[in-house]
């Protein structure tokens, strides 16, 4: 079992849509958790940051954690094309790691592709 | 404000040869990350270093190197390059635990 699972998609909505992405993870260390948004042939770029369980809103998009069903939600409101990317969801522990030193390892889902056409 | 540039954007390489990544951060951040991306499999970690003159492997470094001189600079290595390393190669750095990471746009890497 992946230690964060992610729907691909792809998801295609119309413009004005409200758009939920969703990532479901097992590890129940995670305490930080991220949204990132990549545009095709970009890096990720950072969208939401959220530490434990709640809700966090900016602008049209609102990031919700549930650690009791580890489960995150971005949400999209009034989505334009401007919006079309793959979305990633991110998060992490102070005391993931990969290799001999700890350094917080980043788990990320495999990316929801999202089109919003006009 | 640069933030993460990474050089070169694209490249063609033939088997067996050799190259360099390049990566270099303003942000004064001490962890640096190498991922590469392929289609449908997310990011994998390559190398990390969290300060300079301290690196250690992620997931998937083999065919890799890595060095850490100064805290700017993070330079991938590929050795005898093999089609199997085609990919997107992003590096990224934060601050430090629980911290977002930021990217870089990325090296489109084909070796035929």
């Known amino acids: 079992q992946k230690e964060v699972e992610q729907d691909p998609g792809p998801l295609s909505v119309p413009e004005g849509a409200i758009v939920s992405l969703n990532c479901t993870y097992s590890?129940?260390?995670?305490?930080?958790f991220m949204w990132y948004r990549q545009y095709s042939r970009k890096g990720p770029e950072l969208l939401m940051y959220?530490?434990?369980?709640g809700n966090k809103e900016d602008g049209r998009f609102t990031a919700q954690v549930d650690k009791s069903s580890k489960y995150i939600s971005l949400f999209i409101r009034d989505s334009q094309p401007s919006d079309s990317a793959t979305y990633l969801c991110?998060?992490?522990?102070?005391?993931?790691?990969?290799?001999?030193?700890?350094?917080?390892?980043?788990?990320f889902g495999q990316g929801t592709i999202l089109t919003v056409h006009p | 404000n640069a933030g993460v540039t990474q050089t070169p954007k694209f490249r063609i390489l033939k088997i067996g040869q050799s190259m360099t990544l390049q990566c270099a951060q303003d942000?004064?951040?001490?962890?640096m990350y190498w991922y590469r991306q392929d289609p449908g499999m997310g990011l994998k970690l390559i190398y990390y270093?969290?300060?300079?003159?301290?690196?250690d492997k992620g997931e998937v470094p083999n065919g890799y190197n890595v060095s850490r001189s100064t805290t700017e600079d993070f330079p991938l290595r590929l050795e005898l390059a093999a089609p199997s390393q085609t990919s997107v190669y992003f590096c990224?750095?934060?601050?430090?635990?629980?911290?977002?990471?930021?990217f870089g746009d990325g090296t489109r890497l084909s070796i035929l």
């Open positions: 942000m004064n951040h001490n962890y």
């Open positions: 991110a998060m992490t522990s102070l005391s993931a790691n990969a290799g001999g030193t700890s350094y917080g390892k980043l788990t």
């Open positions: 990224a750095s934060n601050t430090g635990k629980g911290q977002p990471q930021h």
């Open positions: 959220t530490y434990s369980s």
């Open positions: 270093s969290v300060g300079a003159g301290i690196t």
């Open positions: 590890n129940s260390a995670f305490q930080y």
